[in-house]
Nanobody, 122 residues
Framework: VQLVESGGGLVQPGGSLRLSCAASGGTFSRYAMGWFRQAPGKEREFVATISWSGGSTNYVDHVKGRFTLSRDNAKNTVYLQMNNLKLEDTAVYYC????????????????WGQGTQVTVSS
């Protein structure tokens, strides 16, 4: 499975971005998907995850109410809508897939994208 993220960029605090992750080479609808991020000098951290059907989502506490994760299995794509962005959201965002239940643990994921940079700055 190949994953390609897009949609990152530079945005001011309070702004919005929508990240996309396009999958190929596998049966997308069987995979739970997750987003993780890594800021400079910090460890990779969990952001959000969605079940294979899209019926269940889970978020890290400090993005709840601001980020929304969704998927379109017909398009083999997941979307991370990020609103009210804050300086501390600056990081490289990675999309990941796993053949199983959704999880907040990065080590459970089988496939990873290359990442897309999100920079929140005034």
């Amino acid at each position: 499975v190949q994953l390609v993220e897009s949609g990152g960029g530079l945005v001011q605090p309070g702004g919005s971005l929508r990240l996309s992750c396009a999958a190929s080479g596998g049966t997308f609808s069987r995979y739970a998907m997750g987003w993780f991020r890594q800021a400079p000098g910090k460890e990779r951290e969990f952001v959000a995850t969605i079940s294979w059907s899209g019926g269940s989502t889970n978020y890290v506490d400090h993005v709840k109410g601001r980020f929304t994760l969704s998927r379109d299995n017909a398009k083999n794509t997941v979307y991370l809508q990020m609103n009210n962005l804050k300086l501390e959201d600056t990081a490289v965002y990675y999309c990941a897939a796993r053949d199983g239940a959704s999880s907040s643990s990065s080590w459970r994921y089988d496939y990873w994208g290359q990442g897309t940079q999100v920079t929140v700055s005034s």
